[in-house]
Antibody, heavy 120, light 107 residues
Framework: QVTLKESGPVLVKPTETLTLTCTVS??????????VSWIRQPPGKALEWLAH???????SYSTSLKSRLTISKDTSKSQVVLTMTNMDPVDTATYYC????????????WGQGTLVTVSS | DIQMTQSPSSLSASVGDRVTITCRAS??????LNWYQQKPGKAPKLLIY???SLQSGVPSRFSGSGSGTDFTLTISSLQPEDFATYYC?????????FGPGTKVDIK
């Protein structure tokens, strides 16, 4: 059974760095052609893809957020970590991680999401 | 970046209706197009990948078609559990933008 679960702070202050962890089970982060993506959704708005990382350590980032994002993985812990620097109130959103088969790429299993609020 | 648009942005329909949602890419994406369903307070659920492949466990009343820049999601006979928001998403090249969504509600 494939599951993903996001964890991290529910509240961060403007200018702080957000660190989110996605813990996966039911598959390995070393599986060929398999990865994990981060996607966010501001309240009442559409989904926005942020970043992904694959088993071969290939990474890719949103064009508009690239300078603020870092994605990494710890295969032994079955975890994928996303950091976002210089948080702003407009970054308030539910953050999801999703399993990402590479070919063809899609998001087939999602975590429940974690709401992060940016406020002083 | 490849931009995605959807139409309509919302629609009202009755149980049993045939519903069609359109998604358009700003440039050709071959068949690299996925569809998701999202209910309030829940994570999105994959319905269709690669334009027309039905995800395991998804009812056969959902179907997808199209290639290049124009795609459609069709629900052949709308059921009460299908009232939700639907998103398309391109997976041709990064960044993997989603469409703005189409909300399907009860008429």
């Amino acid at each position: 059974q494939v599951t993903l679960k996001e964890s991290g702070p529910v509240l961060v202050k403007p200018t702080e760095t957000l660190t989110l962890t996605c813990t996966v089970s039911g598959f390995s982060l070393s599986n060929a052609r398999m990865g994990v993506s981060w996607i966010r959704q501001p309240p009442g708005k559409a989904l926005e893809w942020l970043a992904h990382i694959f088993s071969n350590d290939e990474k890719s980032y949103s064009t508009s957020l690239k300078s603020r994002l870092t994605i990494s993985k710890d295969t032994s812990k079955s975890q994928v970590v996303l950091t976002m620097t210089n948080m702003d109130p407009v970054d308030t959103a539910t953050y999801y991680c999703a399993r990402t088969p590479a070919y063809p790429l899609h998001f087939d299993y999602w975590g429940q999401g974690t709401l992060v609020t940016v406020s002083s | 970046d490849i931009q995605m648009t959807q139409s309509p942005s919302s629609l009202s329909a009755s149980v049993g209706d045939r519903v069609t949602i359109t998604c358009r890419a700003s440039q050709s994406i071959s068949s690299y197009l996925n569809w998701y369903q999202q209910k309030p307070g829940k994570a999105p659920k994959l319905l269709i990948y690669a334009a027309s492949s039905l995800q395991s466990g998804v009812p056969s009343r959902f179907s997808g078609s199209g290639s290049g820049t124009d795609f459609t999601l069709t629900i052949s006979s709308l059921q009460p559990e299908d009232f939700a928001t639907y998103y398309c998403q391109q997976s041709y090249s990064t960044p993997f933008h989603f469409g703005p969504g189409t909300k399907v509600d009860i008429k």
